[in-house]
């Protein structure tokens, strides 16, 4: 029977219990996959109800759609097909917002992962600034990652024809759409966005300095475009002229620097944490594909957020993967090859799905825009979000833009016993890009003779293109067929990450070498654990069991090899085991870094689009290999670049022979207090009255708290439906520090209560700032909560108020914190612990919660 034969009446309806079960089962006992799915993908209405328990029902979910649209034209592919493509995430994976929405009737939402916007004629006048940052929201709100460049904003200290006087330049700017963005939730997420600017804009020294301080312009990834010019300017040590408006032949203003300063800044930079990103926007344009026709609006000015979609303003685009281990038959064995010929055949039905999830985002747009006419607003209100999205529609439907990409590169090599990052490494890895990219063009232009060409197509425009001439040298009957035919996509190709996929399809991310085949993680061991094993205790005391995890690849290898992988191997072992494996001297701190850059600009003469890629060079790496690798990536032909530097940024993971404690995000607050905290709202009621308290968090750890009488009269009265915003330090127009409370209300507009510090009793802010100051040093929650519950008061009310405080810190008490020094209130047993923010007890499992 086919297994699309069988309907249901209606949904069935899991527990998040019931789901992460079974999809566990699904993935061989792997959780961490199984709650990505769950949480991320599986098919939810607004209540929070699951309807999909494991990934084969989302993936009939999906086949059944696209087979929807494969009926309207030629040879049409069953939904069976579909189904055995993506099922197990083996060969096709639709990512992100495809996996999410297709299908989906509970979310109206794009399926796009990410869009580009900005004014046209390139308008900086704070009307144009005002409607970016409208448009950036209302896409966030539906899911997708934003980009946009800001070289059209005039430097500091132009002069405007307002009340300032001069412009303020482009850092507060960045810090508007990078508040923005952490206003806006995406089931369960926050948003993500790039700001780029060219390097030829006379603030674009500010732009690289403005996320050197901490919590500063947090929402948001920056990058730098540098061109051509710059680049020459650095390796000959001469000055470089900046301009505005950029490139002008006739500007407003323009100065002159030394190239090589400005460069050292970006490198030492980078160095230190991650940031600026790099786009070699010369080699961005000379190769877009889309800027043939940038006379038509395909002008290049941004990327998305991780940088592999270069896009010109309103377009966006959808991602897929396919999964390259997939096509290594007889994988980690002498007789393990390429399956070239089904690689073949599955690019090409991969660029006819994204060609028909393109058809299904059209929908989806026009179901946003049925919404927003429905909307009972102001058409004032709704014209900015009804242009934009028939703006992208427009661009949708006119340039069918897509984007098919890889993940498990590193898992296919080590697969065929080919060291990542070795010459026979990198030359294998461009022959397989390159059969990817002839075959989804060969597809696009089969599909145009079927469905017709992408509508704005000419074949003239693309005769200078350095993409179109490898594609002729390479396979000219294509290339002639290319001419006759034209082409059903103005682009096709990417390389994005695949955190999420690869989780799922549980191999190595993207064209990313594996992390580490081995590694540990670490738990905490409290002292009534029973049958552990204590391997590490920290500077405070505190013991660590330690666990190794291999990678699921790593695993599969040792069991085709006949090594046991229950066993508990001890380090010496470890490290036995991966000198033996096929990823020995082949992980992202291992591979030699300039020999992946070669790689990275070799693949990208087959990728259309860019390749996102993450250079990782261990802690003790120089500002100098910096500086080589941004030269190398430039001289390569790469499009963009990132370099991470081990402990840059603090991670979860360990590596196997390392003791330092790097279980966790640094747990270290700013020194500085950041001027922006998010926040969560906690209502509770302490006899007859209503309290209510704000906690400011960072990275989802309180950092302070101010509580007090929820009323209009002695504190603060607040929407129900309000349950978090954001705390901001200003000050008064004496000068004095103030916090203000702002949220967004139910119109989309921000509301701020001035003076947290002031509408409550001072009494109340006196303890509030001590409390405030424990949690800022770092303090264990369950320990502040005793410390506030050991407070000894003679005030009634500030009894009443020392109550409050800690039942709202209590839910930020990980779960399974030991209590200790308190007894059960049924059973006398001491075996307490934290539970959902409750006193349980583990002996009778009586709850507490007051």
């Given at each position: 029977m086919d297994i699309f034969t069988i309907q249901q009446t209606e949904e069935k309806v899991y527990t998040s219990e019931e789901a992460i079960k079974a999809s566990t089962q699904y993935f061989n006992g792997d959780t961490l996959a199984a709650t990505v799915f769950v949480n991320k993908y599986a098919l939810k209405n607004s209540k929070g109800e699951i309807f999909e328990k494991t990934p084969d029902d989302m993936h009939k979910r999906i086949a059944k759609e696209i087979a929807r649209v494969e009926v309207k034209y030629p040879n049409?592919?069953?939904?069976?097909?579909?189904?055995?493509?993506?099922?197990?995430?083996?060969?096709?994976i639709p990512q992100g917002s495809p996996m999410t929405g297709i299908g989906n009737p509970y979310q109206i939402a794009s399926l796009s992962n990410c869009f580009v916007i900005g004014n046209k004629g390139e308008s900086d006048s704070y009307g144009g600034i005002m409607k970016i940052d409208q448009e950036q929201v209302q896409l966030m709100k539906r899911r997708g990652g934003v980009g946009h460049d800001l070289s059209h904003i005039r430097p500091k200290g132009s002069a405007v024809k307002n009340s300032a006087l001069t412009s303020t330049g482009l850092v507060p700017f960045m810090e508007r759409y990078s508040n923005s963005t952490r206003e806006v939730a995406q089931d369960g997420r926050r948003g993500a966005l790039m700001l780029s600017v060219s390097i030829n804009h006379p603030d674009s020294e500010d732009f690289v300095d403005a996320k050197m301080e901490a919590g500063k312009i947090t929402g948001a990834n920056v990058s730098l475009r540098i061109d051509d010019t710059f680049m020459q300017a650095v390796k000959q040590q001469q000055k470089y002229v900046q301009k505005y408006p950029v490139f002008s032949t006739n500007p407003k203003f323009s100065k002159e620097i030394e190239a090589v300063d400005l460069w050292k800044k970006i490198v030492h930079n980078a160095w230190k944490s991650a940031e600026p990103g790099i786009l070699f926007w010369d080699t961005i344009i000379r190769e877009s594909l889309p800027d043939c026709y940038a006379d038509l609006g395909y002008k290049t000015i941004s990327t998305n957020p991780c940088g592999e979609i270069p896009l010109c303003p309103y377009d966006s685009c959808r991602l897929l993967a396919i999964n390259l281990f997939s096509y290594v038959q007889n994988p980690f064995t002498e007789e393990a090859f390429f399956d070239f010929k089904l690689f073949q055949k599955?690019?090409?039905?991969?660029?006819?799905?994204?060609?028909?999830?393109?058809?299904?985002?059209?929908?989806?747009?026009?179901?946003?825009?049925?919404?927003?006419?429905?909307?009972?607003?102001?058409?004032?209100?709704?014209r900015i979000e009804q242009e934009l999205w028939l703006e992208i529609r427009k661009k949708a439907e006119e340039g069918r833009r897509t984007g098919v990409g890889i993940t498990a590169e590193g898992d296919m090599l080590a697969a065929l016993g080919i060291r990542y990052g070795s010459q026979e490494g990198n030359a294998f890895s461009v022959e397989v890009h390159k059969i990817l990219a002839l075959s989804a063009y060969r597809s696009s232009v089969q599909m145009a003779k079927e469905r017709g060409a992408f509508v704005i197509y000419n074949s003239e425009r693309e005769k200078g293109n350095p993409f179109v001439a490898r594609i002729k040298e390479a396979d000219p009957q294509l290339y002639n067929d290319m001419l006759e035919y034209g082409r059903r996509n103005i682009a096709l190709l990417t390389i994005a990450p695949t955190g999420s996929t690869s989780l799922m399809s549980q191999t190595t991310s993207g064209i990313e070498p594996v992390f580490m085949p081995v590694y540990k993680r670490r738990r905490k061991v409290n002292p009534n654990d029973k049958d552990v094993r204590v391997d590490f205790v920290d500077e405070v005391g505190d013991s660590w069991e330690e666990y190794v995890v291999f990678h699921h690849r790593f695993k599969q290898w040792m069991e085709i090899k006949g090594y046991d992988t229950d066993r508990n191997y001890s380090q010496e072992e470890i490290n036995d085991l991966i000198r033996l494996s096929p990823y020995y001297k082949a992980t992202s701190n291992d591979v030699d870094w300039l020999s992946k850059v070669e790689m990275q600009g070799a693949i990208q003469k087959w990728v259309d689009h860019s390749i996102s890629v993450t250079i990782n060079i261990p802690n003790e790496a120089t500002e100098e290999l910096v500086d080589q690798l941004y030269m190398k990536a430039w001289e390569a032909g790469c499009k963009g670049v990132t370099v991470y530097r081990d402990g840059s940024r603090s991670g979860v993971l360990i590596s196997a022979d390392k003791k330092e404690e790097l279980i966790e995000e640094d747990k270290t607050f700013p020194t500085k207090r950041p001027q922006v905290l998010d926040c969560d709202i906690v209502r509770f009621q302490n006899n007859k009255e209503k309290w209510i308290a704000f906690i400011g968090k960072i990275d989802d750890?309180?950092?302070?708290?101010?509580?007090?009488?929820?009323?209009?009269?002695?504190?603060?009265?607040l929407p129900r439906w309000v349950n978090e915003g954001y705390i901001i330090k200003n000050r008064d127009e004496n000068g004095i520090s103030r916090y203000d409370f702002q949220f967004v209300n139910k119109?989309?507009?921000?509301t701020t209560i001035e003076g947290l510090s002031y509408r409550f009793n001072p009494e109340f802010w006196n303890y509030a700032k001590l409390i405030s100051g424990t949690l800022r040093h770092g303090m264990e929650i369950e320990n502040v909560v005793e410390l506030i519950n050991s407070l000894q008061l003679d005030n009634e009310s500030i009894n009443t108020w020392k109550n409050g405080v800690a039942r709202a810190l209590k839910r930020f008490v990980p779960d399974g914190t030991e209590v200790k020094g308190q007894k059960c209130t049924n059973c006398s047993s001491t075996n307490l612990m934290y539970q959902e923010g409750c006193l349980t007890c583990k002996d009778c499992g009586s709850s507490k919660c007051s």
């Open positions: 049409p592919l069953s939904e069976q097909e579909i189904f055995d493509l993506i099922k197990n995430f083996k060969y096709i599955h690019v090409a039905i991969a660029q006819k799905m994204m060609d028909d999830i393109i058809d299904l985002e059209l929908e989806k747009i026009d179901a946003i825009l049925t919404k927003i006419n429905e909307d009972p607003e102001d058409e004032t209100v709704k750890k309180p950092y302070e708290i101010f509580t007090g009488l929820a009323d209009d009269e002695d504190g603060i009265l119109r989309g507009y921000k």
